[in-house]
């Protein structure tokens, strides 16, 4: 397969559109430029650009397939961009320099720029062949490479403050959604990456798990150095979390700014109708 | 009518020989189980002359008799410098021939892995070596195991063939004591028994497990 490259200069990403919030000078931790989707004849993203500042939360709202999780899976690489380019931390993510050319990126360049992304899943996707205490540590012992005493201890220490420090021999089977949700958590976060995507976290839970899982992220949110990218149907939490909102619609960010502004004064008429229906509720 | 004597007079001998059946059974099946899970991944490797090649091989391998496999690989490399004893070529031509099964028994298994194990195992950075060792495979192989054992014990019936490369096992020592003493009745009988014996009680085991697996 072969991806049609476009070159964007920085000048032109760092002037994006919209970009309200941003003091210019930082290097944005995740940069989406001109970033389009496609699958067959139908368009999930157009256009995309994208800042986030490192340690920014930024919440992504809109219905259903308006192409919110497309655009946090290209960022974690589960899928690929049909044009435009993502840089992480200052380096092309789907794309690599040879003799001064950019090119498609192949998979050692994927694995070296991947890790400063992690995600949770709306489904969880534990491993439900490991205990809770494996499913936690085997990222850091095979991926970072570290001693299995410094895996177990960072895996502990990460479960402990998800609240479930005393389920580390159990398996996934054995727990709540809630606690298993938890558990990804912390799966995600012991790899500290540096950019951390929430896909509906809650959406797959028992209402009245919810709350457990939303008062995690609002702590992990609360220490503040890691970036996230948050979509979710919870306005409050959105509310409370974010430093920015972007709502996104037919795979457009139609709509972004502070949540108070947002929130108290939408322009657009279809983030309009699109608050009102959280509204009545 | 049926000896009892001469009936125990060459039970010894079969049971010698029944040692190169068993010992022959399981080396064809390592074999297989070892070339059916390269098969498997080559097959899915985004590497097109690899997959290629692997989807050709079992083709080929399941569309030809395993007798003809059998001559080929004792009679007619050795033709080319490549000679084997009865034992290798036995196992090799019966561990190739099952391997096109057991690819597929592994496939079943694979293919019915999540597609969110995959995911969770990129955006935590794993190898796709490691994802296959620490994920995929211990995921997808415990519940084909019992499909593997029933493969197995497949293959223990099908050892009688390698007596057609001279392999001496239980059913060419049964030809070769009846010829000797122009008694079939015994030797053949035994023969039966003892696969009769081992296979059923294989199955039992194979079953056994199957309920195990099932309630975890």
Do not use: C
């Amino acid at each position: 397969m072969s991806v049609p490259l476009k070159v964007i200069y920085n000048e032109e990403s760092t002037k994006s559109i919209g970009n309200d919030l941003r003091k210019v000078a930082v290097q944005p931790i995740v940069n989406y430029s001109n970033i389009s989707k496609s699958y067959g004849d139908l368009q999930v993203l157009r256009n995309i650009d994208l800042d986030i500042a490192p340690g920014e939360k930024v919440a992504l709202i809109g219905p259903s397939g308006s192409g919110k999780t497309t655009l946090a899976r290209l960022l974690m690489t589960l899928e690929e961009p049909t044009s435009g380019t993502i840089e992480v931390d200052g380096e092309m993510l789907w794309h690599q320099k040879t003799n001064g050319k950019l090119v498609k990126a192949n998979e050692k360049h994927l694995h070296k720029v991947r890790g400063n992304i992690g995600m949770v899943f709306q489904h969880f996707n534990l491993f439900p062949h490991m205990t809770i205490l494996r499913n936690v540590m085997e990222a850091p012992r095979n991926v970072l490479g570290l001693s299995k005493e410094e895996a177990m201890e960072r895996a502990v220490t990460m479960l402990k403050q998800v609240g479930l420090a005393n389920k580390i021999d159990a398996y996934p089977a054995q727990l709540s959604g809630g606690q298993k949700q938890r558990v990804a958590i912390a799966r995600a976060l012991v790899m500290r990456p540096k950019v951390m995507i929430f896909d509906e976290p809650t959406s797959a839970l028992d209402p009245e798990l919810v709350g457990e899982v939303l008062e995690v992220i609002k702590a992990i949110a609360a220490e503040g150095e890691m970036a996230m990218l948050l979509i979710t149907h919870e306005m409050d939490f959105a509310r409370d979390v974010a430093d920015r909102i972007l709502f996104f619609d037919q795979g457009r960010i139609i709509e972004q700014g502070s949540p108070k502004r947002i929130f108290n004064n939408p322009e657009s008429e279809r983030l309009q109708t699109f608050l009102s229906r959280f509204n009545r509720h | 009518m049926w000896n009892w004597d001469y009936t125990l007079l060459i039970l010894p001998q079969i049971l010698e020989a029944l040692k190169i059946t068993v010992s022959a059974t399981f080396v064809a099946f390592a074999v297989a189980l070892v070339v059916g899970l390269i098969l498997t991944l080559a097959r899915r490797s985004d590497f097109k002359p690899l997959s290629l090649f692997a989807q050709g091989f079992i083709e080929f391998v399941r569309s030809t008799p395993l007798l003809v496999q059998l001559y080929f690989i004792f009679y007619v490399l050795p033709e080319h410098g490549l000679s084997l004893s009865p034992f290798i070529a036995g196992v090799m031509g019966l561990g190739l021939h099952y391997s096109t099964y057991l690819s597929e028994v592994y496939r079943g298994g694979i293919e019915s892995i999540p597609p969110g194990q995959w995911e969770a195992a990129k955006a935590l950075n794993f190898t796709p070596l490691e994802t296959w060792r620490k994920i995929i495979l211990p995921q997808s192989i415990p519940p084909v195991i019992p499909v593997m054992g029933n493969y197995l014990i497949t293959m223990f019936k099908e050892t009688p063939v390698l007596s057609a490369i001279t392999l001496v096992e239980i059913m060419q020592t049964a030809k070769m004591l009846g010829s000797h003493s122009f008694r079939y009745l015994e030797a053949f009988t035994i023969v039966g028994v003892l696969f009769l014996v081992l296979s059923y009680s294989s199955s039992l085991m194979v079953r056994r497990l199957e309920v195990r697996l099932n309630l975890r």
